[in-house]
């Protein structure tokens, strides 16, 4: 079955009419829920008064949210404001030292932020690893990298570290960890990168300034160092047509997610909720499935608008940066899986890809996701949720794999290519369906807690089965239906089908007026037959 595989129209208008009522469904159901439970005990540390208009109380369960865009959003600001500043004056004067002229005010504004032992402990780590890479043996950086990645994990390596943050203030912790682990994986970038360089070394300088650009320092995302390298010393700044103006654009769509999520924090408590369980026990089976679902879709939010802040920057510096991670709406396979497109990226290029190779071999696929699945458990901390979580998304991408291969085997491929397209497509959205779910109940587990999965799958497979469970797989099935249908349309764009071959023009019965005629006012073919270039496939 191919990816542009269609339906009828009027089946897909109805899996949107159905998606669209059930979407509603649950969400009054969990707005129910936050109206009726505002005062519980169990809310008071994490709902707080909200916006005067409104008369309602705000759920602030996420520190991340709150962090960025409530009570550290002015020095957030400032500093974002001031790289553009700075940035734009020098891609004026001197746009050859552009780089340059990043890293400095990085290291200035890392500085001022975390103290001068904190550069220390981050030029420390710098050092060490650029001295590995230049014995460039391969499997020597990536140890040494893990093993530096490691000391930001384990007792007594952290407590040392952290004494060389002066000061105690609420983003201590945050900017210690993000400043530490994001430094650690440009390091190991630059130096895997050098040992690719077949000629020479890097300079210790495009180190610095590839890890001191401080849109990228705290929060991410990662761009790996061959990007970055060509991007920020390329000489060219002239920009596209139009591209100031989808800049501008991307920002103010940000603006707008940010307020309307901060709207909606006012009428659903999504992230307070799966915190109470004995109210969870007593929530409608559609209150607690929406729970779940619009746990995912408000963590990608969070990342898309929090990466794409940043991102609206990087691109004012003439960068390419990572896109923004995959909705989870738009998600059906374990492969596409991933909350932060950087993270993802670093992993495929040095890890997943390096040892997987094409993906078709079972043994192979299998190694190159352990160990994928292993530098993740380090960057995130092992602990036991984290753990599960792996070992869940591990098993997903191999199952997806064995899965593909016994579907290809007799009599399956033969079955498969005697239906029609479309009802092949049918029947792949039923399994996929599944596989939807099994996304959102492992990926609840890192988002939420082992308690609220627990309580999700037990009353969507157990206590709800059959009625629950049916509807539910079949409001997925539509969502997966919608979701096949835009990925169809976006194929037709990318790469349109060829046109059929033109009709060969009538020839009329020669006649000695037309034998007379002169080659110059005879019509040609190509006049006759209509451009092809100008048709448009369905």
């Known amino acids: 079955m191919g990816i542009k595989s269609a339906l009828p129209k009027y089946e897909i208008y109805f899996y949107n009419t159905v998606l669209c009522l059930a979407m509603f469904w649950a969400g009054s159901w969990i707005s129910e829920v936050s109206s009726s439970s505002v005062n519980r005990k169990t809310f008071k540390p994490s709902v707080k008064p909200g916006w005067y208009y409104f008369g309602r109380k705000r759920d602030t369960a996420d520190f991340e949210w709150v962090m960025w865009f409530s009570s550290f959003r002015e020095h957030i600001l400032f500093a974002l404001c001031g790289h553009v500043l700075f940035a734009k004056i020098c891609t004026m004067l001197a746009p ?35 001295s590995i890479s230049l ?43 993000g400043g530490c682990g994001f430094t650690i994986m440009r390091c190991m970038s630059f130096a895997l990168e050098n040992c690719e360089r077949k000629e020479g070394n890097y300079n210790i300088l495009e180190l610095l300034k590839y890890n001191f650009y401080l849109p990228f320092f705290y929060f991410g995302p990662i761009m790996t160092f061959d990007k970055f390298y060509v991007q ?26 940010i307020i309307v999520v901060d709207v909606l924090f006012h009428f659903m408590y999504i992230l307070t909720i799966p915190t109470d369980l004995k109210l969870l026990k007593h929530a409608s089976d559609w209150a607690l499935v929406g729970l779940a679902y619009f746990n995912l ?40 899986t991933h909350f932060d497109r950087g993270i993802n990226e670093w992993l495929c290029k040095y890890v997943y890809d390096h040892l997987g190779g094409k993906h078709d071999n079972v043994v192979e696929e299998l190694v190159a996701t352990l160990c994928t699945f292993g530098v993740t458990i380090l960057w995130l901390g092992p602990c036991e949720v984290v753990l599960l979580w792996a070992f869940f998304n591990c098993f997903g991408l191999n199952f997806e794999l064995w899965a593909a291969k016994f579907f290809s085997m007799e009599p399956f491929a033969s079955l498969e290519m005697s239906m029609s397209e479309a009802t092949s497509r049918r029947i792949r959205g039923v399994f996929n369906s599944l596989n939807f779910w099994s996304i959102v109940l492992y990926n609840i587990l890192a988002l939420n807690s082992l308690d609220f999965a627990k309580l999700v799958a037990k009353r969507l497979l157990l206590k709800g089965f059959p009625i629950t469970t049916i509807i539910v797989m079949f409001v997925t099935y539509c969502l997966i239906q919608v979701i096949k249908e835009r990925e169809r349309q976006q194929a037709l764009i990318d790469d349109p089908d060829p046109l059929p071959p033109a009709a060969p023009p009538i020839a009329a019965a020669p006649s000695p007026t037309a034998a007379a005629a002169t080659p110059a006012a005879t019509p040609t073919a190509a006049q006759l037959v209509s451009d092809p270039s100008k048709e448009k496939a369905e």
């Open 232 to 257: 920020a010393n390329k000489s060219d700044l002239t920009r596209k047509e139009r591209e100031m103006w989808n800049i501008s654009l991307q920002g103010l769509t940000h603006l707008g997610a």
């Open 96 to 130: 050859q030292h552009r780089s340059l002229v990043y890293m400095v005010y990085g290291l200035l504004a890392v500085w001022t932020s975390m103290g001068w032992t904190y550069v220390t402990l981050i030029l420390s780590h710098c050092i060490l690893l650029y």
């Open 297 to 336: 879709v408000y963590d990608w939010v969070k990342a898309a608008v929090m990466f794409g802040v940043i991102n609206t920057v990087s691109r004012l510096d003439h960068l390419d940066p990572p896109k923004p991670p995959k909705c989870i709406t738009m998600l059906y396979v374990f492969a596409e």
């Open 135 to 177: 014995v460039k043996i391969r499997w020597l950086c990536f140890v040494t990298g893990l093993c530096t990645l490691a000391t930001f994990k384990c007792e007594p390596f952290v407590s040392w570290q952290a004494g060389f943050v002066d000061g105690d203030f609420a983003m201590r912790h945050i900017l210690f960890y």
